[in-house]
């Protein structure tokens, strides 16, 4: 009650509790009434009410019907319940083209509103990367792909002489199908580099790898447009080294994995990284292991496979992480006459796929598909990937389907020596394995080098269905790095970029406005299909 100048008689405002059904022994449904005095009036009125059930009363039981959302009447009015009316009201955007009425709507990174087209399948030609001044053509050739900035960073070895062989790396952005290379970068100038290796572990921050014969040394990568800034080396093991490999392992997070050539035994390493330093961790090691490959599955684990010893068995074990602490599952065995080693692995489809070489010549590529659950690997059938395959240069993408594009140096002994060959790799939730030929002599040449154990190749994922298929050329009259995009049939819809449903007909350039569908800060929870 309040004293309007008169008495002080007159209501304000109530709060009623009050019974809401009927009680019993032990049953007593209540309710919440709030009620306010309206300007002019000398009574109260409800405005607002939770029920006995939890339900939401706006004037009275006016609870609204399914669905429907609460919509504020401003600073003048009650709010009501109203239609979700496609779940987040509208935006008006520009529109990118012509749009027609009640059509699904994308908007793109330039914020223009487009409706879906589709993609055609293509490969586009050889597009020449960095030419380099070596006959034996750039070694070790590694890439890593930044989704927050669409842009990629490739590193390999210009390998001169064994006295002359330096650490170079180049940023390259793609436009549709189109690769802009930037500069070529001496990243490391020495004179026994090998076995290069790069992730990135965050906006425009990569972190590079690469064996110096008595050492192996790391460093942070900054990237500015198509710039590279190194950061402080740092030395992470002091003893002969080969078969390095480097994944992220989250923000600011990587592992590393190597085989220590003075020693003996391949060893894995967790850093961290802040600003440009890194901090390590101690490393574990498998004793008398040799060639190694590495893949990170999420939740803080790897899968690291290796060669027990040379010509022997292939073995594989989870590695968890906890901070920049490694421990190592129980090992399992994938093949008894293994040589090299290239997990992949997709945590949206869970599951992964080893591929290797099963005898020493190299010439049997094959590839088992895997499960984890803790640190337990669950293994499929061994199939045959492709034969007569030098492995050296096998590399592959999982997709979050369980596909695998991958690359493999093909046909040693068919007379196609050292060209590289394109394959579609699919795992089934079963772990059964099949492979299909996409593309025999994606190089278009051969290479000069008989045993190709240098070669390089590497794949990465630039967008829907888009794959960067890349290679390092050995021909003496042309040695560079080489790049083919590869774009599988596919559309402009994905599950971030859809918003909603066009209100009606638009042309170019005309404000469009879209009735939005789901929430408007994530876009989307919808998955295109």
């Not at 009050?18 to 009574?43: L, Q």
């Not at 009125?45 to 009447?73: C, D, H, K, P, W």
């Not at 025999?440 to 390089?456: E, F, Q, R, V």
Request: proline share 2%; aromatic share 8%; charged share 15%.
């Amino acid at each position: 009650y309040g004293n309007d100048g008169t008495d002080g008689n007159t209501p304000a405002a109530e709060i009623d509790i009050e019974v809401d059904g009927t009680p019993g022994s032990n049953d007593m449904p209540g309710r919440i009434t709030f009620k306010t005095t309206a300007d002019g009036a000398a009574s109260t009125t409800e405005r607002f009410r939770i029920a006995s059930s939890g339900q939401i009363g706006i004037g009275g039981a006016n609870y609204g019907t399914s669905g429907q959302v609460l919509t504020s009447g401003g600073s003048g009015a009650a709010p009501s319940w109203q239609d979700a009316s496609g779940g987040g009201g509208t935006v008006d955007l520009v529109a990118n083209g012509s749009i027609a009425a009640n059509a699904a709507v994308i908007v793109g990174s330039d914020g223009k509103a487009s409706t879906i087209s589709a993609i055609a399948e293509a490969l586009t030609a050889k597009q020449n990367g960095p030419e380099t001044s070596q006959t034996d053509g750039p070694r070790y050739l590694n890439g890593a792909y930044d989704s927050d900035n669409d842009k990629f960073v490739y590193i390999w070895i210009k390998h001169v002489s064994n006295t002359d062989a330096d650490v170079l790396a180049t940023v390259v952005t793609c436009s549709g199908t189109t690769l802009t290379f930037g500069a070529t970068q001496t990243i490391f100038d020495t004179s026994a580099a090998t076995w290069s290796s790069i992730c990135c572990v965050d906006s425009n921050k990569y972190v590079a790898t690469w064996d110096e014969g008595g050492r192996s040394r790391a460093a942070v990568l900054t990237v500015s447009g198509t710039s590279i800034s190194v950061g402080t080396l740092t030395d992470y093991v002091i003893e002969n080294t080969e078969y390095v490999h480097v994944v992220s392992a989250g923000t600011n997070k990587f592992v590393v994995t190597y085989r220590n050539a003075q020693l003996g035994g391949c060893h894995c390493r967790c850093g961290s990284v802040s600003g440009t330093t890194i901090t390590w961790g101690d490393p574990i090691d498998v004793a008398g292991a040799e060639r190694n490959g590495l893949a990170y599955i999420g939740n803080d684990k790897c899968i690291w496979t290796y060669e027990v010893t040379s010509g022997s068995s292939g073995k594989a074990v989870i590695v968890s992480i906890s901070g920049t602490s490694l421990s190592a599952g129980t090992a399992v065995e994938w093949d008894t006459d293994a040589k090299n080693s290239w997990p992949v692995y997709n945590t949206t489809a869970g599951r992964g796929l080893i591929m290797f070489n099963e005898t020493q010549t190299g010439t049997e590529w094959k590839g088992r598909g895997f499960t984890v659950s803790g640190t337990t690997i669950t293994l499929g059938t061994t199939y045959d990937l492709a034969d007569d395959a030098q492995g050296e240069a096998g590399t592959g993408y999982m997709d979050d389907d369980g596909t695998v594009y991958a690359l493999n140096q093909d046909d040693v002994s068919g007379g196609l020596a050292n060209q590289i060959f394109f394959y579609k790799i699919t795992v089934s939730s079963s772990l059964a394995v099949s492979s299909t030929l996409e593309q025999s002599n994606l190089s278009d040449d051969t290479y000069s080098m008989s045993d190709g154990k240098y070669l390089s190749a590497n794949v990465l994922k630039l967008g829907s269905g888009k794959y960067a298929l890349a290679w390092g050329s050995y021909e003496s009259s042309n040695s560079r790095v080489y790049v083919r995009v590869k774009q599988f049939a596919s559309t402009t819809l994905t599950a971030s970029n859809f918003i909603g449903f066009s209100s009606a007909s638009y042309t170019n350039g005309q404000t469009a406005t879209v009735n939005i569908v789901g929430s408007t800060s994530t876009q989307s929870s919808l998955t295109p299909g």
